[in-house]
Nanobody
Framework: VQLQASGGGLVQAGGSLRLSCAASGSIFSADVMGWYRQAPGKERELVAVIALGRSANYSDSVMGRFTISRDNAMKRSYLQMNSLRPEDTAVYYC????????????WGQGTLVTVSS
């Protein structure tokens, strides 16, 4: 199983991007789908996670600007990013976890988001 993250790119401050994460192969529904990011010289940090029941949590830095969603049938997650800031510049990684029955913890390869001022 592989996760493919896409949708990154270069955008001006105030702009928007939509990231997508797709799982290939046969897997049971993830308990949690999430997006993380790692800026140069910094540790990877949580951006947003969404549970199977679609309850979501966000880091304080993106609350109100980013929205995470998921499509269980298509094994995909999305991160809609609005009002982007230069400090949002990072490599964004998607993650899918399942902690019951057939457990797994998969990561995507990362997609670069660059926000210019």
């Amino acid at each position: 199983v592989q996760l493919q993250a896409s949708g990154g790119g270069l955008v001006q401050a105030g702009g928007s991007l939509r990231l997508s994460c797709a799982a290939s192969g046969s897997i049971f529904s993830a308990d949690v789908m999430g997006w993380y990011r790692q800026a140069p010289g910094k540790e990877r940090e949580l951006v947003a996670v969404i549970a199977l029941g679609r309850s979501a949590n966000y880091s304080d830095s993106v609350m109100g600007r980013f929205t995470i969603s998921r499509d269980n049938a298509m094994k995909r997650s999305y991160l809609q990013m609005n009002s982007l800031r230069p400090e949002d510049t990072a490599v964004y990684y998607c993650n899918m976890k399942r902690s019951r029955g057939w457990t797994y913890d998969y990561w995507g390869q990362g997609t670069l988001v660059t926000v210019s001022s």
